[in-house]
């Protein structure tokens, strides 16, 4: 875990150095410049944070729903404790992911929000997450709400993919890589990035990768000291 | 503000870095505070 916390804070670290301080050009000669992105210049950088947080999010949500799964097959407590540490580290990625999009919106599109296919894909999300945890807290009994949660948070893992990968691409929308879309996505959605903006953008991946694991051991290991505490009062 | 913006993009950039770190900065609270709890609850135990 050391290494991962250590690996997580140095990728991190070098995207934010790299990615801020870089220089765009129209014409790079060197590995230290970026190719200008027509339609959107230096908003460009905005992909090496806004993406990598919205792959957490995904990331979050699978992990949740493999941890659901092995709940039902073992109706182990602690599988249930790592599967909603799990989903809401994917629900708070995916609300920061909402906001990082909504404002860079904002100045590539116009407004805060569109209801473009991607964000109202990740605007359902939300609300099938915000649901789960409505459920959880509704319920009592350790057993059933274990239980349901995973059946849940299988079905909603399962979701998860079709809205952030599937649904925009077959939808036509303002978002690169929807349907129809040809001018903005070619550098950004099929990663026809410069070979250095690639570079930066996977260490990012790699980096908030990592993160996730690195704070939901966090999660997982203080809902664990929570659970047995109040287990030992009761 | 939205003409400033518009005008100096990098600061779009920083807005959603630094939106991105309270984000991160939030949830480090959040599991310091319970942790926080669950010490209180071990001294009243003993």
Same mark, same amino acid.
């Given at each position: 875990?050391?290494?991962? !916390? ?14 801020? $301080? ?8 060197? +590995? ?21 947080? $919205? ?10 729903? /493999? /941890?659901? &799964? %092995? ?11 790592? #599967? ?6 994917? @629900? ?5 992911? @909402?906001?990082?999009? #909504?404002?860079?919106? !904002? ?10 296919? %991607? ?9 099938? /997450?915000?649901?789960? &945890? $409505? ?11 274990? %239980? ?34 040809? $001018? ?13 903006? %690639? &570079?930066?953008? &996977? ?10 694991? +690195? ?15 109040? !287990?030992?009062?009761? | 503000?939205?003409?400033?913006? =518009?005008? =100096? ?9 630094? *939106? ?5 900065? *939030? ?20």
């Amino acid at each position: 875990m050391k290494i991962i !916390k250590y690996l997580s804070i140095a990728c991190i670290t070098c995207v934010i150095v790299a990615g801020i $301080a870089i220089p765009m050009v129209p014409q790079p000669h060197s +590995w230290l410049e970026f190719p200008v992105i027509p339609g959107l210049e230096d908003k460009a950088r905005n992909i090496f944070f806004h993406v990598p947080v $919205a792959w957490a999010s995904v990331l979050g949500f699978l992990v949740a729903l /493999y /941890y659901g &799964f %092995r709940y039902l097959r073992s109706k182990d407590l602690d599988d249930d404790l790592k #599967s909603v540490s799990s989903a809401g580290l994917g @629900t708070m990625f995916c609300v920061l992911a @909402t906001v990082t999009g #909504s404002l860079w919106a !904002k100045f590539n599109w116009g407004s805060f929000w569109n209801w473009d296919p %991607r964000e109202t894909s990740i605007f359902i999300l939300l609300l099938i /997450y915000g649901a789960y &945890f $409505a459920l959880r807290s509704a319920l009592g009994s350790d057993e059933v709400r274990a %239980r349901l949660s995973a059946v849940y948070s299988i079905l909603a893992g399962l979701t998860a993919p079709f809205f952030i990968f599937i649904m925009p691409r077959i939808v036509g929308g303002l978002h690169p890589g929807a349907k129809g879309d040809t $001018a903005g996505s070619t550098p950004v959605a099929q990663l026809h990035m410069s070979p250095n903006m %690639r &570079f930066i953008f &996977f260490m990012g991946i790699i980096g908030f990768s990592l993160l996730f694991v +690195w704070l939901l051991n966090m999660r997982i290991r203080v809902a664990r000291i929570e659970y047995h505490l109040s !287990k030992n009062e009761n | 503000m939205v003409e400033f913006l =518009n005008q =100096n993009q990098m600061f779009i950039v920083l807005i959603i870095t630094l *939106l991105i770190w309270s984000g991160i900065i *939030l949830l480090l609270v959040r599991i310091d505070t319970r942790i926080a709890q669950i010490e209180k609850r071990l001294k009243k135990d003993e």
